[in-house]
């Protein structure tokens, strides 16, 4: 049994997000294409023989353990073995903006789940761990399964997909957006037409738009003004209920001229987009 390994936990992007209607929970129907980035945080698992704890080696500043995805997916993981598992320590190196939209809870989630059923040597296959993923978080399984997929229901239900990978300027504006509070907005589209999806989605999501992105701009103005400078040089969107955006470019150079002339006091970065995640790309290698 290995003791250590250490994976990737990559973005993702809605390359679109319809809002088709509304459940009686309450819960929204989604339509949304979704694209890993060839960047994201860095997960390293390492066993502890002899220690059967599960935990962080530095906890993430405002997120109690007992709440962190990290530690959750990894005890409902734990559940399912038949017998004493040795504990790990789980050391984040973190890269993605929390609260973005760019997934990166469901992420790392994933990436638990993944790693651990390896380490542990515990054989789930995919589908038992997207089931185990979908009781942490609807993007959870997206993850798990490692593939680009549009993405239905709230959205877990899930059709490959095959959209270019292209490159992208991804902009972080300076403000925390509270995605239950754009739900909840009277203002919000929930009627958007259901598209009906191909086998596999190869087309141009610049089409479609994110039904989020009108309430979001009204409510947060560093939004709106990030959103209005990214418009210049081509078609620019938020991701998930943001505070993400993100432009895309045919090539890494002429995403890194637009990067270079950003306004101060936006963070953000430039990756490509992939339809095959990192970490399962990564978790190949070390087979």
Request: aromatic share 6%.
């Amino acid at each position: 049994m290995s003791s250590s390994i250490t994976l990737p936990s990559p973005a993702k992007l809605n390359l679109f997000l319809h809002i088709v209607g509304r459940r009686p929970d309450g819960y929204h129907e989604l339509q949304t294409l979704f694209q890993f980035l060839d960047y994201g945080d860095e997960i390293t698992f390492t066993l502890t023989p002899g220690d059967a704890r599960i935990r962080l080696e530095e906890p993430v500043p405002g997120v109690p353990d007992n709440d962190n995805l990290i530690i959750r997916a990894a005890r409902a993981l734990a559940e399912r073995a038949s017998h004493a598992l040795p504990g790990v320590t789980i050391r984040i190196q973190k890269r993605l903006p929390m609260g973005g939209g760019l997934g990166g809870g469901s992420s790392n989630a994933a990436t638990t789940l993944v790693a651990l059923n390896h380490l542990w040597e515990l054989h789930l296959d995919e589908d038992e761990l997207a089931e185990l993923g979908l009781g942490l978080g609807a993007d959870v399984p997206v993850f798990v399964r490692g593939r680009s997929a549009i993405g239905e229901g709230v959205g877990e239900k899930l059709t490959p997909a095959n959209p270019p990978e292209d490159w992208f300027v991804v902009l972080k504006p300076d403000c925390e957006i509270n995605t239950g509070k754009i739900f909840s907005e009277e203002g919000l589209t929930r009627d958007t037409p259901k598209m009906k999806i191909a086998p596999a989605f190869e087309g141009d999501a610049s089409r479609y738009r994110n039904d989020c992105e009108d309430v979001v701009r009204k409510l947060y103005p560093e939004v709106n003004k990030s959103l209005e400078w990214l418009s210049q040089f081509g078609p620019a969107r938020l991701t998930g209920t943001g505070a993400c955006i993100f432009g895309r470019f045919p090539t890494e150079s002429a995403a890194r001229i637009i990067w270079e002339s950003k306004p101060s006091g936006i963070t953000g970065f430039v990756a490509k987009g992939v339809n095959h995640s990192p970490l399962h790309k990564k978790l190949t290698e070390l087979k």
